[in-house]
């Protein structure tokens, strides 16, 4: 149990970085409100023809006599509508780290920079076109895991008490080990670590993974949150990256210039022995 307190620790402290480092954050919040636009556009599109939709799909339902055919319609409108937040929840990050793949690489190496005891950060030493391919295509397999799970956790919650108490609570766990996955992609690419491997890694330490994921699943169910804690998420799953990999993470931080906080703020101290100022 104890890794649950870990994972939702590298959370915050994902988020403490950010606030102490402005420029980066300010540069990761870019990508998050691009894809907020979009989502939204889409969100909106949806519950405006949704209806229209579903009535195209469902002409055996025109004779039908009485209420019947509009409760049932109704229905799948909101089903539909449903189902398509869901899935946008469970896709929002992928898109997000698609569209935003170069802020939050380099955001995710200023991170590793700053809490490896040398200063350095693994690179992949890939061109940008061959980084964006492999991360699109794994965060196409990703997506499609996602939404076969949501296909799934969505039927189940027709289930009489279970689909309403268990059901969701399981969604939430399935949503925060892929958030997970999709946001210690950015860490785990650069250090060469396929897919396949990440997964492996990630479902060795569940717990850690849930500790980290599910809170930040629920945070992203409020509007606009997702955008403005993207920046710290991915910054935190840097660091989750380095615990799954068994890499020392420094807990002194460098300021945006690149030198140590501490360092920079200490006031200097008298030689051990010598009388302090003014005595």
């Known amino acids: ?5 870990v994972g939702f620790g590298y959370l915050l402290k994902g988020q403490r970085w950010v606030g102490r480092h402005g420029k980066s954050y300010g540069f990761g919040l870019l990508p998050g409100l691009v894809t907020l636009v979009l989502y939204a556009a889409a969100l909106v599109a949806l519950g405006l023809w949704g209806e229209d939709a579903v009535t195209w799909a469902t002409p055996f339902a025109d004779d039908w006599s009485g209420p ?4 049932f319609r ?3 409108t909101a089903v539909l509508f449903a189902l398509g937040l869901l899935l946008a929840v469970l896709s929002f990050t992928a898109v ?3 569209i ?17 005891a040398d200063g350095t950060a693994p690179e992949s030493g890939l061109p940008l076109w061959r980084e964006l391919w492999i991360s699109a295509r794994d965060s196409l397999r990703i997506l499609v895991r996602a939404a076969l799970w949501g296909v799934l956790l969505f039927a189940l919650g027709f289930v009489p008490v279970a689909g309403q108490t268990v059901v969701p609570v399981i969604g939430f766990f399935v949503t925060g080990f892929f958030l997970t996955e999709e946001l210690t992609a950015v860490a785990l690419e650069r250090r060469g670590v396929a897919l396949r491997e990440r997964l492996a890694l990630l479902r060795s330490r569940k717990l ?3 500790g980290f994921g599910t809170p930040l699943g629920l945070a992203f169910l ?3 949150v997702a955008v403005f804690l993207m920046p710290g998420a991915v910054a935190g799953a840097t660091l989750l990256a380095r615990d799954l990999r068994g890499e020392e993470i420094e807990e002194g931080e460098r300021d945006d210039d690149g030198e140590d906080a501490d360092a920079a703020t200490a006031l200097p101290q008298p030689p ?6 003014g005595r």
């Open 1 to 5: 149990m104890r890794d649950l307190g």
């Open 272 to 277: 051990t022995g010598s009388p302090a100022p």
């Open 100 to 116: 935003g793949q170069p802020f939050y690489e380099s955001l995710s190496e200023r991170v590793d920079r700053d809490v490896s």
């Open 208 to 210: 850690l993974v849930w």
């Open 74 to 76: 109704g229905f799948l």
């Open 68 to 71: 019947w055919a509009g409760l």
């Open 96 to 98: 997000t780290l698609l």
């Open 222 to 224: 409020v509007p606009f």
